[in-house]
């Protein structure tokens, strides 16, 4: 799986859009982006995943670059419940197990 | 509800102590995990099973064991031979092998006194 580089920790205002960046230069062609989140102490959740194309789901956007070396989630109306550890994963969906890193550290703020 | 549960949420042991975490999942997927995830930091994986009856070490195997008897089940032996096993044991299960997303069980905090 192609290795991930996303931000320690971003801040956002309640109600504003959370744009989180994934740096994933490295990534091959069948290889998906997938984004997870980990509230603290709970399982994580699946969000959001896109191989080429933009991507919308009720929780979020996927906005990926065209080269595919980067991609951002967007969380349009970030709200408190959206604090949360978001997880960038690349993965060619045929047997490669998940690496999860460190995360993005998410907070919203009132 | 489909999904999975993780047993028991909180443990503690004594150290030298065997200790097995439970995860059952009633979605029908093939392949189940366990992660492993200390304070701050990422989730690593233990072991993976993608069929009944066959399992497979991740990246950080020693010290545990696992078994795969039913397809709904994926238990977790955390053995006295494991030198830091308190953690968060998170549990998943996905279609297949590194197959589409991954659900995820509440978790287990063990904690070895």
């Known amino acids: 799986d192609a290795k991930t580089t996303q931000p320690p920790s971003m801040d956002c205002a309640e109600g504003r859009a959370a744009n989180l960046p994934c740096n994933h230069s490295?990534?091959?062609?069948?290889?998906?982006v997938y984004w997870y989140r980990q509230i603290h102490s709970q399982g994580p959740q699946y969000i959001i995943h896109?191989?080429?194309n933009n991507e919308t789901n009720e929780m979020a956007s996927l906005i990926i670059t065209e080269d595919r070396k980067s991609s951002t989630l967007i969380l349009p109306h970030a709200t408190l419940r959206d604090t949360a550890v978001y997880y960038c994963i690349a993965s060619n969906n045929a047997g490669n197990m998940l690496t999860f890193g460190g995360g993005t550290r998410l907070m919203v703020k009132p | 509800d489909g999904g999975i549960t993780q047993s028991p949420k909180y443990l503690f042991r004594k150290e030298g102590q065997n200790v097995t975490l439970s995860c059952e999942q009633n979605?029908?997927?093939?392949?189940m995990y366990w992660y492993r995830q200390d304070p701050g930091q990422g989730l690593r994986l233990i072991y993976y099973?993608?069929?009944?009856?066959?399992?497979q070490k991740g990246d950080i195997a020693e010290g545990y064991s696992v078994s795969r008897e039913k397809k709904e089940s994926f238990p977790l032996t955390v053995t006295s031979a494991q030198k830091n096993p308190t953690a968060f044991y998170l549990c998943?299960?996905?279609?297949?092998?590194?197959?589409?997303?991954?659900?995820f069980g509440e978790g287990s905090r063990l904690t070895v006194l």
């Open positions: 979605l029908n997927h093939d392949a």
């Open positions: 896109g191989l080429k």
């Open positions: 099973s993608q069929i009944v009856n066959d399992f």
């Open positions: 998943a299960s996905s279609l297949g092998l590194g197959t589409g997303e991954l659900f």
């Open positions: 490295t990534i091959s062609g069948n290889e998906y």
